[in-house]
């Protein structure tokens, strides 16, 4: 069973930066596929970013939202089995409960797809 733990959320201000980590256990995490999903008060889970484990793969290894391209980049450390979320350029939308999760089969933009998630770290961005 795998565990995730996010961290690093907090408030910044608009056009401000922020990274959120999240710390995984219990299971084999180089070949799980990672990635960060986000709610926003009164709305719907979404797809933010998301980090395959390379296997052998030589084509695209990392998906984005659009609202996110270009300002958020995910990452992976599979020695410390942490995975990250880079934010800049932040905007109001972006505030929200953001959550790590982790699949061992899957690593697209379906949530239903994810067998593990994390509690959930808030990002406030402040006009």
């Known amino acids: 069973q795998v565990q995730l733990a996010e961290a690093g959320g907090g408030l910044v201000q608009a056009g401000g930066s922020l990274r959120v980590s999240c710390a995984a256990s219990g299971g084999a995490f180089r070949v799980l596929h990672l990635g960060w999903f986000r709610q926003a008060p009164g709305k719907d889970r979404e797809f933010v970013a998301s980090i395959r484990w390379s296997g052998g793969w030589s084509g695209r290894s990392t998906l984005y939202d659009d609202s996110v391209k270009g300002r958020f980049t995910i990452s992976r450390d599979n020695v410390k089995n942490m995975v990250y979320l880079q934010m800049s350029s932040l905007k109001s939308e972006d505030t929200a409960v953001y959550y790590c999760?982790?699949?061992?089969?899957?690593?697209?933009?379906?949530?239903?797809?994810?067998?593990?998630w994390g509690q959930g770290t808030q990002v406030t961005v402040s006009s």
């Open positions: 999760v982790a699949s061992s089969a899957y690593y697209g933009r379906v949530s239903a797809s994810y067998e593990y």
